[in-house]
Structures are given as C-alpha cells and as structure tokens.
Nanobody
Framework: QVQLEESGGGLVQAGGSLRLSCTAS????????LGWFRQGPGKEREFVAA????????IYANSVKGRSYFSRDNDKNTVYLHMDNLRPEDTAAYYC?????????????????WGPGTQVTVSS
C-alpha cells in the first residue's frame, strides 16, 4: 500500500503561483512515477503532469506546459508541482497518484494509488 497526501492548495489570484506537494508513505521503497490530475467543477478528470522516480522523465499537459515544473525529493518521499501564471480555468481539485510500474504516463488507469486531493481556486 502507498498512502498519498496532497497539500499546498488554496485561493490565489489570477497570475499568481502555487506549489503543490505530494508526500508518500507506506511502500516508499518502491520506485514509482507520481502524477497529478485535476477535476474542475462539472468537468472530467484530466491529466496535469507526471514525473518518474528518477526525475529524468517528466510530462506535462498542454494546458500547463510552460507554466509548471516539477521538483522531487526522494529522501522526503515528496514531489512538488510548481504552477505559475495561474488562470481561473486552473480551478479544480488536484489529485496526486502513484504508478508502481514507473511508466510516466498520462493515463489515469495506470495509476494504482490516489490521494484525497487538494482544492485550488483561482480568482479573476
């Protein structure tokens, strides 16, 4: 089992920045990709970004590419997703997920464990 906990969400004005954190516990000796997904009000869940265990492989959705970047601290079992120039359309619940096969994929079905989510609200 892997337990995931997100933090760092909140209310921010358009153009502002946030740093979302995802901390893993449990089977932390495993090498896994950590991904971020989001679900806005009345919308389907969508992929945001993912980073491999090594940190060498990173993928971003087109909607956040150029405005987001990862950092990963494996000693703390924590991944950070920095998001800049936030827009009202970024408003959503953000979920961290772990892929135990370390595939670094944008497919939600590949992720085995999910956190409870953290809310991000961007005001215009």
């Amino acid at each position: 089992q892997v337990q995931l906990e997100e933090s760092g969400g909140g209310l921010v004005q358009a153009g502002g920045s946030l740093r979302l954190s995802c901390t893993a516990s449990g089977r932390t000796f495993e090498r896994y990709t950590l991904g971020w997904f989001r679900q806005g009000p009345g919308k389907e869940r969508e992929f945001v970004a993912a980073i491999s265990w090594s940190g060498y492989s990173k993928i971003y959705a087109n909607s956040v590419k150029g405005r987001s970047y990862f950092s990963r601290d494996n000693d703390k079992n924590t991944v950070y997703l920095h998001m800049d120039n936030l827009r009202p359309e970024d408003t959503a619940a953000y979920y961290c997920a772990a892929d135990l096969y370390d595939l670094t994929t944008d497919r939600a079905s590949s992720y085995n464990y999910w956190g409870p989510g953290t809310q991000v609200t961007v005001s215009s």
